[in-house]
């Protein structure tokens, strides 16, 4: 298993953005790793230091959409919450970015 196999995206919400300040990181990843994984992906991707991990499959929602409104059923996906060393930071989550 590579490490880009296991993070998909980050994820970019006003939640995740907020949890910046704290030095929480929120990213997409691949259903079938777990905490040890993903902790060495992210150290070796982006040279930083991870203190924990926080992970959740996230449900599929339905949504309607076109114009006869038919449901679409979102795929699920796993998140984790990534904490990091006091001071570090990555830079794909800043404003500017």
């Known amino acids: 298993m590579k490490k880009t196999d296991v993070i998909i995206r980050p994820l970019i919400t006003e939640k995740s ?3 910046v300040q704290a030095g929480k990181f929120t990213f997409q990843v691949a259903k079938f790793c777990n905490k ?5 992906a992210i150290e070796n991707t ?3 230091k991870v203190v924990s991990i926080s992970t959740g499959i996230i449900k599929g ?3 309607r959409s076109g114009t006869r409104r038919v449901e679409v ?6 998140k984790a919450v990534v904490k990091l060393a006091e001071g570090q930071k990555i830079d794909m989550f800043e404003a500017g970015a």
């Open 46 to 48: 982006f040279k930083v």
């Open 17 to 19: 953005m907020s949890d």
């Open 36 to 40: 040890y994984d993903i902790k060495k």
């Open 73 to 78: 059923v979102k795929s699920p996906f796993k």
């Open 61 to 63: 929602r339905k949504r």
